[in-house]
């Protein structure tokens, strides 16, 4: 199913697109990809939408936390918005501090998208992403592909080809999950199973990682 989703500052007409298995409903826009719901039902079989998502493309253009959004080229940061790959040297805009996160400030999920397949239980957009967009080398061709199957599942694949080495390190789908509980259930005790850290990363004040990771196989952390 399509409907109107709202206009862009641009003029152009964004489109919501529902998908459906059956007994999962997800509902994508064409206005930078993003997944906007996903209905599932609960034991009773009772609906509820379990990402966070916004009514309006105005809401998403003023999304600062990246909701159900594609991330790319280059999820999460980039030290002093710069990197070297096959012998140069790429600059970027540095839009969080001195770095760069999620290859912004121009962000994918703030672009349309061209719907190129649409199913009852599948879609798949693409974005032509030129030489130079965002700071990266070479002319990439970017799809997505929202599909659910027959056990209740959605499968999100994000594909991409380029013409030059670039960096291509994507996080799809950056939706926010909501989880309820009844105040019944919150007010008994809660045992959750914790699995011992074997690796801990290191991070500065910006969030950027550093390579000294150290093994902590005994660490209750």
């Known amino acids: 199913m399509k409907k109107v ?3 862009l500052p641009s003029g152009e007409t964004a489109h919501l697109y529902t998908i459906t298995s059956g007994t999962i409903t997800a509902a994508i826009t064409d206005f930078g990809g993003n997944l906007v719901s996903l209905w599932v039902p609960d034991k009773d079989g009772n609906l509820a ?10 809401e998403y ?16 940061r980039i030290g002093d918005a710069c990197f070297y790959l096959s012998g140069k040297h790429y600059f970027l805009f540095a839009n969080n501090g001195k770095n760069n996160l999620h ?5 994918y999920h703030h672009r349309m998208w061209d719907v190129v397949a649409l199913s009852e239980s599948s879609i798949t957009l693409h974005l032509y992403s030129p030489h130079g967009d965002q700071g990266f080398p070479g002319n990439a061709v970017i799809q997505i592909t929202y599909r659910m199957d027959d056990q209740g599942g959605l499968h999100i ?17 950056q939706s926010k999950y909501v989880i309820q509980i009844s105040v ?10 914790l699995t011992p850290a074997v690796i801990h990363v290191s991070r500065n004040a910006y969030a950027l990682r550093f390579f000294n990771s150290q093994i902590v196989c005994k660490s209750d952390h």
């Not at 253009?61 to 999460?76: E, H, Q, S």
């Not at 290859?103 to 962000?107: A, E, K, Q, T, V």
């Not at 019944?184 to 199973?193: G, H």
């Open 103 to 107: 290859s912004g400030p121009d962000f």
């Open 49 to 58: 939408d379990v990402v966070l998502g916004y009514d309006s493309p105005a």
């Open 61 to 76: 253009l003023a999304d600062d936390v990246f909701l159900g959004a594609p991330v790319g080229r280059n999820a999460n």
């Open 184 to 193: 019944e259930a919150f007010c008994k005790k809660i045992s959750l199973p």
């Open 157 to 173: 694949v994000y594909d991409a080809t380029c013409d030059q080495d670039t960096v291509f390190k994507t996080k799809f789908s």
């Open 5 to 7: 989703f709202g206009k």
